[in-house]
């Protein structure tokens, strides 16, 4: 007798951003067929959730996975299994790969690369550069395209777009959501004539000093809204950019990270090294204060992990050659579960900063809250399993985490994709079935 769902996740706790209820959820044809009471006989295949939370799939809207050029840091498949691992069923993924992603060309050879290798859903960024200004209006509206990608501090390369007349011009043409790394090339290229390099990583804060995130947080601001753009200012750094953003929340969003709200300077520096350099850099307890404000005042709208894997010889370099960026994916939403644990943050708020809000800025069609007719991509989480996180536990191709050793509370027991059961107590299942994201 054909049953009426293919898979029952029973008498669990079925959570929102506004709510959490008992209830079970019934999965058919890859999509959520109903929220409420099930009976065990009405399923194929029953996963007992008793004790768990059950939550929408995670969406972490910046990744970097390496792939095409880049790939012995990290692929789309090495990626992707973390991701799983970590909660994350979908992913936007950044154009800064070799060759860049910077037109419809390299944005298919990924886009084959994913149908293939990706265990999550994904889509990509298109990157914004000199060359490709004028076509951005065209190249956001391709299948596949997260959006435009707009670097404005150095260390992307060809990606750059540093100068105040590209970057008005790009927020003008734009109109679907556009991501911003935000920080000024000309300050940053004075600084670090000035710095003392021989004092090594701790000068990397110092080199990429808040007002080059100020300056230029103040410029993308300016543009879009006199365009009436939508900008997403990515991996916020300081409690000043916040206050900025207060103000400007019409058509500013913006993103913190889970090493910006972990990680404060000088300790990260003194322990961890360049395994804490990133850019924007991690600041002081000041700032991280700041942006836990943000969060709680509504002005943060979205965590993202902002994953930056570098094998662990490149990052041994003497800095400033040491290359800036952290691994993430796997530990953005136990880092945040975490801290719900702790009471500094509830789960209803971490659903809607990592499904709920990146589905609603991004307009992704179907994702981000667990609905009737809504894709069944599904996170099940136990809240009271504590555990250290481990070096050797991480999925990455470069196999480190700057949180080795720490013990959270929170775990992620199980992760459905497109209404598979795709990872379960640590283990991968199957082959990699994500689709690619469509949008609104």
């Known amino acids: 007798m054909k049953k009426k769902y293919d898979i029952g996740l029973l008498h669990g706790y079925v959570c929102s951003h506004n709510s959490i209820k008992k209830a079970s959820i019934g999965i058919k044809n890859n999509k959520i067929l109903k929220v409420g009471k099930i009976e065990l006989g009405e399923c194929s295949k029953v996963i007992d959730c008793k004790n768990k939370h059950l939550l929408p799939g995670i969406i972490d809207t910046q990744v970097h996975f390496r792939e095409p050029g880049l790939s012995h840091k990290e692929d789309i498949r090495s990626g992707t299994s973390a991701a799983l691992l970590g909660g994350v069923t979908t992913i936007f993924e950044m154009p800064n790969t070799s060759p860049a992603t910077i037109n419809e060309k ?4 990924k886009l084959n690369i994913a149908k293939v290798s990706s265990w999550a859903n994904y889509c990509f960024f298109i990157g914004a550069c000199k060359e490709n200004l004028n076509q951005l209006a065209k190249l956001e509206k391709l299948k596949g395209c997260s959006g435009i990608k707009i670097f404005m501090g150095s260390s992307t390369g060809s990606l750059l777009l540093s100068e105040e007349e ?33 004092k090594g990583v701790i000068q990397h804060e110092v080199w990429r000093d808040e007002k080059s995130a100020i300056l230029s947080t103040e410029r993308v601001i300016k543009y879009a809204l006199k365009y009436k753009t939508k900008a997403h200012i990515l991996h916020i750094s300081t409690k000043d950019e916040i206050e900025l953003i207060k103000n400007s ?9 889970p090493q910006h709200l972990t990680l404060f300077s000088p300790d990260c520096y003194k322990k961890l090294g360049s395994k804490s350099q990133m850019n924007p850099p991690i600041r002081n307890r000041t700032h991280r204060k700041g942006l836990w404000k943000g ?10 992990s902002d994953h930056a894997p570098h094998t662990l010889k490149e990052k041994k370099l003497k800095w400033p050659n040491s290359p800036s960026g952290l691994p993430g994916v796997q530990t953005t939403l136990p880092l945040m579960l975490n801290y719900v644990n702790l009471g500094k943050i509830t789960l209803n708020k971490v659903i809607e900063l990592l499904a709920y809000n990146p589905s609603k800025i991004y307009r992704i069609k179907n994702k981000g809250q667990l609905k009737k007719h809504y894709d069944a991509d599904i996170t099940i989480v136990d809240m009271k399993k504590s555990y250290i996180i481990k070096d050797k536990d991480m999925a990455y191709k470069c196999k480190w985490t700057p949180f080795d050793g720490k013990r959270i509370k929170g775990d992620i027991y199980a992760t459905i994709v497109n209404g598979k059961i795709k990872m379960i107590n640590k283990k991968l299942l199957g082959k990699p079935n994500g689709k690619v994201v469509s949008f609104f």
């Open 166 to 198: 590209d970057l008005e011009k790009a927020l003008k043409i734009c109109k679907r959501r556009v991501a911003i790394h935000s920080e000024d090339e000309t300050r940053l290229k004075e600084r670090f004539l000035k710095i003392n390099h021989r």
């Open 295 to 304: 969060i709680n005042d509504g002005i943060v709208n979205v965590l993202g």
């Open 249 to 257: 929340k019409k058509h500013i969003t913006c993103e913190v990270t």
């Open 106 to 109: 390299e944005l298919n050879k």
